[in-house]
C-alpha cells in the first residue's frame, strides 16, 4: 500500500516540474521576444530619428501622444540634434586640418614654381651671354681665318720667289746684282721672311684651334642649359598642374567645410527650438519651484545662453534660494528712492535709485499690468532692500526684481532677447522662466560662456556688482562652492551629505 500509495505521487511531482519547466520556458521567450522587439524598435526609431525629429512634426504636440510622451519624445529629439552637432563638429575639426594641410601643400609648389622660375630666369640670362660670347668667339675664328689665308699667301709668294731664285744659276744670280753683298742681303732677306711668315702662320692656326674649342665648349655649355631649362619648364607645369589639382581639391574641401558648419548651425537651431518647446512644458508656479524643475529649466537654459546649468542654479540660489525668497521692500517715493520694509512697514533707505532704475521700474510694471501679467501697482511690487553692512552702513542701492534678482535698468539689457528667444511679451522678471533666462543671458554677456573658474568668478562678481576681496569671500566663493555641489547632482543625480547641508 505505502508503494502504490508512493507513485501517483511521484508521477504528480514529475508533472509539476515539467510544469514549472515549461513556465518558465514561456516566460524566458517572451520576455526575449519582447527584448528584441524593444531593440528592433529602438533601432528602427535610431534610423529614423532624423525623420521623426523633423521641426514640423515635432513642433506641436502629436494628438496621440500625452504630454510624457511628447516631453520624452523632444527630450530624445533634443539629444539626438546635440549629438548630431557633436558629430559634425569632429568631422569639421577633420575637415579644417585637411584644409590646413592643402594650403600648406600649395603654398609649398607655389614657392617651389617661384622658385624655378628664378632659375629658369637666371639660366636664360646666362645662355644669353653664352651666345655672346660664341658670336664673338665666331667673329674672332673668322679673323683668324683671314690672318691666316694672308699668311698663306704671302707664305706662298715668298716660296714662288724663291723657287724662281733656285731656277736660276749662280752665275746669273751674281750678274744681276751690282754688288756681291745686295746677293747675300736678298738671300737673307727671303729666309728671314720665309720663317716669319712660318711663325705667323704656326701662331695662327694655333689660335683658331683655341678658338674652335671654346667655340665647342661654349657651344656643349649652352645646350647643358638649355636642357636645364627644359626640364625645370615641364617639372614647373607638373608643379603647376599639381597646384591646380590641389586647388581644385581644396575647393572642395571648403565648400564641404562650409556644408558642415551649416549642418552644425541647423543642428544646434533645431537643439534650441527644441530646448524652447522642453522649456515651456515645464510648469512653474510663481514665487516658487521644486528643486527638480529647477534643474531642468537650468538644462534648458543652458543650451539657449551657453552657460553651465550649475552656475546659473548657484547664483540663483544665491540670490533668492532659486525663487523662495522674495523681496523685503516696497518702493513708496520715486523722487528719492526710499520705500518702506514690507514686513515692519518702516522706512526702508535707498530702496532705488531714482535717475538709474525707477523710469524703467514703472514702466516694466505698466507693461506687466497691461497684459494682465501683473496686478499691482509700483508701490505694492516686492523688490530687495538696500544692503546693510554689519556696522549698519548701507551698501549700494536696492530695487531688485524676482528671482534672478535684476535691478531695472539691467533687466531691460536683456528684456528684448528674452522676448524674442521665448515670444514671451513682455518679459517678466517675476516669472521663474523668464528670470532664468536673463540670468544665462546676462551671465553670458559677462564672459561665463567660457566655462572656467576664473571667468565664473569674475561674472559672479559684476553680476553681484562688486568685485573687492570681501564680495569674493562672501558672494563669489558660496556662489562656485554651491555650483560644484549642483554639478555633482546633475552628473550622479545624487549629492554628498555636505552639498545636501550646503544647499538645502
Known amino acids: 500500500m505505502f508503494k502504490q500509495s508512493q507513485k501517483p505521487k511521484a508521477k504528480t511531482k514529475k508533472y509539476k516540474l515539467k510544469s514549472k519547466s515549461f513556465s518558465f520556458l514561456v516566460v524566458v521567450l517572451a520576455f526575449l521576444f519582447f527584448v528584441l522587439s524593444f531593440l528592433n524598435v529602438f533601432a528602427q526609431d535610431e534610423q529614423n530619428l532624423e525623420e521623426i525629429c523633423e521641426w514640423e512634426k515635432i513642433e506641436q504636440k502629436p494628438e496621440n501622444l500625452s504630454k510624457e510622451e511628447y516631453e520624452a519624445l523632444l527630450k530624445k529629439c533634443q539629444e539626438y540634434y546635440q549629438q548630431k552637432s557633436q558629430e559634425i563638429e569632429k568631422d569639421i575639426s577633420k575637415t579644417e586640418q585637411e ?77 744681276s746684282e751690282k754688288e756681291i753683298s745686295g746677293f747675300y742681303n736678298n738671300l737673307f732677306a727671303l729666309e728671314t721672311l720665309h720663317s716669319k711668315s712660318q711663325e705667323l702662320l704656326d701662331e695662327t692656326k694655333n689660335l683658331k684651334t683655341v678658338l674652335g674649342n671654346q667655340k665647342q665648349s661654349l657651344n656643349e655649355e649652352k645646350q647643358d642649359l638649355e636642357s636645364s631649362v627644359i626640364i625645370k619648364n615641364l617639372q614647373k607645369q607638373e608643379n603647376a598642374k599639381t597646384k591646380k589639382d590641389q586647388e581644385y581639391y581644396l575647393n572642395l574641401t571648403e565648400k564641404q567645410y562650409q556644408e558642415q558648419l551649416q549642418e552644425k548651425e541647423e543642428a544646434q537651431e533645431q537643439a534650441i527650438k527644441i530646448g524652447n518647446l522642453l522649456f515651456e512644458l515645464i510648469e512653474v508656479p510663481e514665487g516658487g519651484i521644486r528643486f527638480e524643475d529647477a534643474v531642468e529649466i537650468a538644462k534648458s537654459t543652458s543650451i539657449l545662453t551657453g552657460i553651465r546649468a550649475s552656475f546659473s542654479l548657484a547664483i540663483l540660489w544665491q540670490e533668492t534660494r532659486i525663487g523662495k525668497l522674495k523681496g523685503g521692500c516696497y518702493l513708496r517715493d520715486t523722487k528719492t528712492g526710499d520705500g518702506i520694509y514690507i514686513k515692519t512697514g518702516n522706512k526702508a533707505p535707498r530702496t532705488m535709485k531714482p535717475s538709474r532704475d525707477i523710469p524703467p521700474f514703472l514702466n516694466i510694471i505698466k507693461d506687466l499690468n497691461a497684459t494682465g501679467k501683473l496686478k499691482t501697482d509700483y508701490s505694492h511690487t516686492p523688490v530687495s532692500c538696500c544692503m546693510i553692512l554689519n556696522n549698519g552702513e548701507l551698501f549700494g542701492w536696492g530695487g531688485a526684481m524676482g528671482a534672478a534678482q535684476f535691478i531695472p535698468s539691467t533687466w531691460m539689457l536683456v528684456k528684448k532677447e528674452i522676448e524674442e528667444k521665448t515670444g514671451d511679451i513682455p518679459a517678466n522678471p517675476w516669472n521663474i522662466r523668464d528670470a532664468f533666462l536673463a540670468n544665462g543671458l546676462y551671465l553670458r554677456d559677462l564672459g561665463a560662456s567660457a566655462q572656467t573658474y576664473e571667468k565664473e568668478m569674475r561674472a559672479a562678481l559684476r553680476y553681484f556688482g562688486c568685485t573687492s576681496y570681501w564680495c569674493e569671500i562672501n558672494y563669489g566663493k558660496p556662489v562656485m562652492a554651491v555650483a560644484k555641489c549642483l554639478q555633482q547632482y546633475i552628473d550622479n543625480a545624487s549629492m554628498s551629505s555636505y552639498c545636501e547641508d550646503l544647499i538645502f
Open 99 to 175: 584644409k590646413k594641410t592643402l594650403q600648406n601643400k600649395i603654398y609649398w609648389l607655389k614657392n617651389t614654381i617661384k622658385n624655378l622660375d628664378y632659375q629658369i630666369y637666371q639660366s636664360n640670362l646666362v645662355i644669353k651671354d653664352i651666345g655672346f660670347q660664341i658670336k664673338d668667339t665666331k667673329e674672332s675664328i673668322g679673323k683668324t681665318s683671314l690672318k691666316i689665308e694672308n699668311s698663306q699667301e704671302q707664305i706662298a709668294n715668298i716660296l714662288r720667289t724663291i723657287y724662281e731664285k733656285d731656277q736660276k744659276s749662280l752665275i746669273e744670280i751674281l750678274l
